[in-house]
């Protein structure tokens, strides 16, 4: 047991918000010059914590612990949505540093080593978790090319800020024995279910299609509405349909969503000769995922038989797999949950992705998650209560001090 | 009885159709260089048949009949669309050019006064009917500050060409008794029901709006099925629910079409918080447009009380009226088929619009369809036969000389 500073975590927190601050929300795009003095002052912070910080040459913010290993890693990512919530990877960057330093100032688990980390580009301003790649390995050439919204590289990027993007911290398989992240739930089931520690059992993986609808452009005058082959009524047939198609195959935890629907040419006094639709889904199991778009590939088959429009999948969207979180990790956070949230704590998916999607294949992982208000996330209106993230921060840091003791013995 | 000179006829139009020539197409939007070229030819083929021709203050080529009135003006428009066919618009100006010469040329029709005319931008490269409008004194200051797709305003295109705009010819009530205008169906009821020629009882008028769903924006992974207000599910069964709600109060005439669907903000992983639908409706009569439009916002209601979406009526897009073509006008080109097309000639009204909507609400006016092969039109493969041509201008000729012969008794 161990007993976090809550001010101190809520002070910080709230300085971390300042950088960016936009009303209520924050703006922080990764690698923009806000995003790299916080990453700066997080640096400054660990070191004040007694960590061996640097802000690595892909804009990691690592701070290491003294100690030898075993260690934990424990952080997420400082960088925002284009515009973003305060919390949404911040609180578990702050619960990272202070889950850190609580075990240093504390004698009885003063000898325990916890790495802080802060991500960079999570968010995917350039490309998905970039930090948590290059820690792991798995940058490829791509990331390196992928470029923002203006345009701008990763390497470009990199280079204006001063950073050569090739020397950054690695994960070491002879310290390292798991990582842990921290976030707000992002949705309502926990709050809606009135509980307040939301221990994740996979993170759900994501497929998706674009759906193509090929008729007939015609004038929307003269051509009689027997004798048309119009995309766009073909586009809103298969929507609807696929509502209660994918009901079929669906898990209780499964989302769909049409995010994009594009008639075209888009004009008013002409019958669309081509419609375009995209498709996204989630599930925490695989097989379920595959059952999805099976089920869309065989009602466009049904629907190009039926006439008079064909119906194609497109293009498929590259899947991400559902990322199991480690079930011992799992476990020391529902004991630490037992102990201080006895009876307000649940097992939970997590829908949204996480850099642990990038970091299960190298480390053990596990995230606990903590309520948001109103289930609103990527939105300036985010927030939690300060109860909530206390004793979430709590509970993460005696689940820490579980992990690395019994990893000890 | 007049005879029209076919070769002479089918010659020009091929020679028009070199004006922006595309393959088997032409590409001869308003006001471009290539337009101006074709009206001063057609000016100079109006001088050669002995009319009084100008290209006045906004590119409509007039050539007056050196004859006293009364006077039948017979034309159409000579610009196209920005991928157009070769008969649209050029078919009923040189059919005004050929009609107007065989008169003058036939000692037994010499006398009759027929006014050829080629108007400017029927197809709204800029702001649609311009010439007409302007002929007809109705112009606009939104006319002139209307722009095509480049951003060139009316009165700057006419000032790029040496036009003032201001200075032009106009509708003569001593002088016009009426108008007539023949133009290919553009549809495919003359070719199906294997008839030739189709005396026009009414331009169909055109009713619109957008449509607005307005739900909440939310992510796609965290936001469970049952709490989602998604926009975009909510249009996709509007469109749906329309489509029989339409057919409920449709006549056989009716036509409707969703050119366009916006889903916002269009992203992959963003629940769509906002959506947008364009509908257009076509009818010959103001009681079955009004009755949609009637239907279409029950329906808007229904879906707003049913939850949880709201959707509304953002717009309404301005009311086309249906334009009545003069009955007596029509019984003279009605006699004229029976004369020349006996059994293969029909009543019908017109889906797609045209100038007369416009002229007529200063002058009698009438129309005749030949067929469109395929009903195709506004494409390159816009195609009709050389019998199908040469038999319209026969029928429209004999119809002008019943007409104005009458009108003179």
Redesign the interface.
């Known amino acids: 047991m161990v007993t976090i500073n809550q001010q101190r975590l809520l002070d910080d927190l709230s300085t971390l918000r300042t950088f960016g601050q936009a009303g209520t929300g924050v703006i922080r795009p990764s690698l923009s010059d806000i995003d790299m003095e916080a990453r700066f002052w997080l640096r400054d912070r660990m070191a004040d914590a007694g960590l061996n910080a640097v802000v690595d040459g892909v804009a990691n913010v690592v701070g290491q612990s003294p100690n030898n290993g075993p260690a934990l890693l424990i952080g997420s990512h400082s960088d925002t949505q284009p515009t973003g919530g305060w919390l949404d990877g911040a609180l578990g960057v702050i619960y990272g540093l202070e889950v850190a330093r609580a075990l240093l100032e504390d004698p009885d688990t003063a000898h325990l080593a916890v790495d802080a980390v802060a991500w960079c580009d999570e968010e995917a301003t350039y490309t998905s978790c970039l930090g948590s790649k290059a820690f792991c390995g798995v940058l490829t050439n791509d990331d390196y090319v992928a470029t923002n919204a203006a345009g701008e590289s990763v390497t470009n990027a990199l280079r204006r800020l001063g950073l050569d993007g090739r020397s950054h911290e690695r994960v070491d398989p002879d310290r390292h024995i798991g990582y842990l992240e921290a976030h707000i739930?992002?949705?309502?089931?926990l709050e809606a279910n009135a509980q307040r520690i939301g221990v994740v059992t996979s993170i759900?993986g994501?497929g998706?299609m674009t759906i193509g609808f090929t008729g007939e452009q015609n004038?929307?005058?003269?051509?009689?509405?027997a004798?048309r082959k119009?995309a766009?009524?073909a586009?809103?047939?298969f929507?609807?349909r696929a509502?209660e198609r994918i009901a079929r195959v669906a898990s209780e935890s499964?989302?769909?969503?049409?995010?994009?629907?594009?008639?075209l040419p888009?004009?008013?006094?002409?019958?669309?000769g081509r419609a375009e639709l995209?498709l996204?889904f989630?599930d925490p199991s695989a097989a379920v995922l595959d059952a999805i778009d099976t089920e869309m590939r065989a009602l466009a088959d049904e629907m190009t038989s039926e006439g008079p429009v064909t119906v194609a999948v497109d293009e498929t969207?590259e899947r991400i797999a559902p990322t199991v979180m480690d079930g011992a990790l799992q476990e020391h956070i529902a004991g630490a949950a037992t102990t201080h949230a006895p009876g307000v704590w649940t097992h939970m998916p997590s829908?949204?992705?996480h850099d642990p999607m990038v970091i299960a294949h190298h480390l053990p992982c596990a995230m606990l998650f903590i309520p948001s208000i109103g289930?609103?996330?990527?939105d300036f209106a985010e927030d939690t209560s300060p109860e909530d993230i206390a004793l979430g921060c709590q509970v993460l840091a005696d689940a820490a001090v579980s992990i690395l003791t019994s990893a000890a013995q």
Not at 219 to 225: K, R
Not at 266 to 272: C, K, L
Not at 375 to 378: A, D, L, M, R, T
């Open positions: 739930e992002q949705g309502p089931h759900v994501i998706g004038h929307a005058g003269t051509t009689p509405m004798l119009d766009g009524v586009l809103f047939e929507a609807t509502r499964s989302v769909w969503t049409f995010g994009s629907a594009q008639l888009g004009a008013e006094s002409i019958i669309p995209l996204q989630r969207r829908a949204a992705g289930g609103v996330s990527h």
